[in-house]
């Protein structure tokens, strides 16, 4: 496992921007899939965006494509999530986690070995 900390939630208006950064502590954060999930209140949570391991494939789940950009910097150890024309359903803690090797179901938690602790992000309409 690794150590992970995101950063960067607040609260923005409905139309505004968030820019998401996670910061892995290890030395072997070039070689895995990162993936950032959300979870709102009472609700499961659930897949959001996924980035392979070069950063040269993405994924990204219906309800944030064309709105959210995942990215990576391997040389900083860090994994970020651009999200514009955020919405009030966009409300959530938005975790980053650690996924496998290999880019494959990248949207099943299951296959993640390491979460952060996660950021608040709220969205006022």
């Known amino acids: 496992q690794v150590q992970l900390v995101e950063s960067g939630g607040g609260l923005v208006q409905a139309g505004g921007s968030l820019r998401l950064s996670c910061a892995a502590f290890?030395?072997?954060?070039?070689?895995?899939?990162m993936g950032w999930f959300r979870q709102a209140p009472g609700k499961e949570r659930e897949f959001a965006a996924a980035?392979?391991?070069?950063?040269?494939?993405?994924s990204y789940a219906d309800s944030v494509k064309g709105r959210f950009t995942i990215s990576r910097d391997n040389t900083k150890n860090t994994v970020y999530l651009q999200m514009n024309s955020l919405r009030p359903e966009d409300t959530a803690v938005y975790y980053c986690?650690?996924?496998?090797?290999?880019?494959?179901?990248?949207?099943?938690?299951?296959?993640?070995?390491?979460w952060g602790q996660g950021t608040q992000v709220t969205v006022s309409s």
């Open positions: 986690a650690r996924g496998p090797r290999y880019y494959s179901n990248y949207d099943d938690r299951g296959t993640y070995d390491s």
């Open positions: 290890t030395r072997t954060f070039s070689g895995y899939t």
């Open positions: 980035i392979s391991w070069s950063g040269g494939t993405t």
